[in-house]
């Protein structure tokens, strides 16, 4: 455990539920999502609103799932509201109408982050598994009228990033604010859908150059957020600051973890609210302990004069990639795993070469999917979020 004391977890993400009408094939959820326990009641969200916010917490994101799912939705931003925090909700928009959202207004909700899966309704919809992309249109202009503030989020990949175009143009007719292009990061389901997601080298240089152009030519202020895809990096990033740093996820079952993927972490016992303070959690539990400073470190981050920018990258990465999460995060190319990233990168080219390699079936339920997965990545086809499809992952 690193000795140098944190400060207060600035950043506090509530995951509401696991539950979500939406069935995304990159989904963040943990692919073993229906394994876990019961939600925690409303009383229980309140008190770790109430510590979080006496710890220092400012900024609240309310997630999932889908946090509308929720019926206590408008007592949580409430309290939130009360006790000062900076209140974002992050939802898909499904179970949003235009009584509920004036209702989240009255109660305090400071911004709104949209989430869209394309700018075509067939592959919004496709990538989802559900009918939706009319909806979600409707909830934009719905937001607008209600005067709050409005990030419009669409998680880039092999499927849907030579779109860029068309997605900030149609943010740009929806009035967003912000707009994040999101580059799909390689956790929970997209992890398992790694092979059919990742885009290939010339799909991000034609996606960053056509943001840029369209930040030179855009005709009213809209901040553009493009979030590049760690395998194309030479370098890791700073995932969140540091693990135990700044950023505290409370899962739906009450556990809480130093970043939203934390819990495949192996050989770490995340506390729950339910059984100890976050003040606790925060400053004494080896959980929240393990990663922070740069004691931990292995060759080459322990003494590359870089660590205490980067942190050695995203623990949660370098564990998948390596089975290792002491390991340097092998998109460095000081890393000795950075060949399985090179390797991951390769095959995305050659299936851009030869699509029938990377053959995609919509017509494959999730459940069969999963089922039907073969032993070569090639082979297994797309898996959709859902209940039954993360029970049988929880038993591999």
Known sequence: MSTAAPGPPLWLLCELTYRCPLHCVFCSN???FAAHGAELGTEAWLEVLR?????GAVQLGLSGGEPLLRADLETLVGEAH?????????????????????????AGLDHIQLSFQDSTRE??????????FELKSRIAALIK?????????VVLHRLNIDHVEAILEMAERMGAEYVELANTQFYGWAWHNREHLMPTRAQVERAEAVTRRFRERQTRPMRIFYVVPDYFERRPKACMNGLGSIFLTITPDGIALPCHAARQLPGLD???VQAMSLREIWYASEAFGR?????WMKEPCRSCPERTRDFGGCRCQAFLITGDAREADPVCELSPYHDRVLAAVARAESRAAHPAHGHISPAVPATSAVQASAATSEARPLVF??????RILARR
């Open 291 to 295: 990663y922070r400073g740069n004691a």
């Open 51 to 55: 510590q979080a916010r006496a710890l």
């Open 30 to 32: 943990p692919t073993d």
């Open 82 to 106: 009360r006790l000062g925090f900076y209140v974002n909700l992050i939802t898909s928009g499904i179970g949003l109408d235009e009584a509920r959202l004036l209702a989240l207004k009255a």
């Open 270 to 272: 995340f506390p729950s």
């Open 145 to 153: 009228q209600a005067d709050l503030p409005m990030v419009l989020n």
């Open 385 to 390: 979020r859902s209940p039954e499809a993360s």
């Open 123 to 132: 592959l919004n919809d496709f990538l989802s598994s559900t009918r939706t």
